[in-house]
């Protein structure tokens, strides 16, 4: 099987969700103030700026490091990442197709739902997590980290078979970042736990950068924001 010369992982851009809820969380609150599905969560003026500025981090690359195909998360949140960044580099870049195998962890009947909420709602899925484990438990109708790890396995299969020795750029979520360093690297969870710790939560517009080498990916950078203004 051939493979992709280069994949680039960018996170979304801050997100209205990713304010909301750590606000909420922090106050014991059992509504956020955001709504509506998680699919449909619009950036924060701050996450259009950080798509802006990776346009023009796109927009400096030479001609023969940039993308050639570009492949999005269908959550409104990356498609918007992606079209701002697209708008701000001022070079023609390839047009987004999309791909539901690149959406965010489903939570099921957990969705759009505070910690305290959840708390309240469902009273023992603190129990089921602890049970399971981090990596296998499942919220009600939802995902695992293993369930994730298995759709992303069979997307960048068909990734690196469609697009042998190209250059793809993919935005989508925390998770798929994280979770395509398992499928890329075969790590196991530990290794997955630890290299978080290491590098820290996969930051909004970061760029996490694999290359190939001898007929295989290998990570050239991970979670890097320096391309994004600082403060």
Request: proline share 5%; aromatic share 6%; hydrophobic share 45%.
């Amino acid at each position: 099987m051939g493979v992709v010369a280069e994949l680039v992982l960018v996170r979304h851009g801050q997100s209205l969700a990713n304010v909301a809820f750590p606000d909420a969380d922090a106050k014991g609150l059992l509504e956020a103030e955001v709504s509506g599905r998680d699919a449909e969560v619009p950036l924060t003026e701050r996450g259009e700026q950080q798509a802006a500025a990776l346009g023009e981090w796109l927009g400096q690359l030479p001609e023969t490091d940039r993308p050639q195909v570009v492949i999005t998360s269908p959550y409104l949140r990356a498609r918007e990442t992606w079209r701002l960044a697209a708008k701000a580099s001022g070079v023609d870049l390839p047009a987004p197709a999309t791909d539901d195998r690149l959406v965010d962890r489903l939570l099921g009947d957990l969705e759009m739902m505070t910690r305290a909420a959840v708390a309240e709602r469902f009273p023992g899925e603190a129990k089921r997590r602890t049970d399971a484990g981090e990596y296998r438990y499942a919220p009600p109708n939802g995902e695992s980290f293993a369930d994730i790890e298995v759709r992303l396995g069979a997307f960048l299969d068909d990734l690196n078979r469609d697009h042998d020795g190209e250059r793809v750029i993919v935005v989508a979520h925390d998770a798929v970042v994280l979770m395509m360093r398992a499928v890329i690297e075969k790590l196991d969870w530990d290794q997955v736990v630890a290299a978080e710790r290491a590098a820290g939560n996969v930051r909004n517009a970061s760029l996490s950068r694999f290359v190939e080498v001898d007929g295989r990916l290998e990570l050239a950078y991970y979670n890097s924001v320096d391309h994004l203004p600082q403060g």
